[in-house]
Nanobody
Framework: QLQLAESGGGSVQAGGSLRLSCVAS???????VGWFRQAPGKERQLVAG????????FYSVFIEGRFSISRDDAKNTVYLQMNSLKPEDSAVYYC????????????????WGQGTQVTVSS
């Protein structure tokens, strides 16, 4: 398992952008990576996932093309570029990783970060 540390969260107005980063304690090349989010009183939901091939991705339908997941395995870092942010995007965002891509649609990933808060004001 990897230790993951997110950064880049903060407060932004609606329509703004943020870029989240997730640095891993080890090599990410063998891992599928993903981002989840959880708002107060709501279940944790998958935002995006990326296969270790660096090409295959999955996005939840509510993203509507506004977010983009990427990875730099040379830096053991995963990114989530978030554009056109909406107040409903406010949540704690978690980075995750797992050696199995088959878990992409589950929340049973092997490694999780501590989360970074994103707050979008109207």
């Amino acid at each position: 398992q990897l230790q993951l540390a997110e950064s880049g969260g903060g407060s932004v107005q609606a329509g703004g952008s943020l870029r989240l980063s997730c640095v891993a304690s080890g090599r990410t090349a063998a891992y599928a990576v993903g981002w989840f989010r959880q708002a107060p009183g709501k279940e944790r939901q998958l935002v995006a996932g990326m296969h270790r091939d660096g090409v295959t991705t999955f996005y939840s339908v509510f993203i509507e093309g506004r977010f983009s997941i990427s990875r730099d395995d040379a830096k053991n870092t995963v990114y989530l570029q978030m554009n056109s942010l909406k107040p409903e995007d406010s949540a704690v965002y978690y980075c995750c990783a797992d050696t199995s891509w088959s878990k992409v649609l589950t929340d049973d990933w092997g490694s999780w970060g501590q989360g970074t808060q994103v707050t979008v004001s109207s």
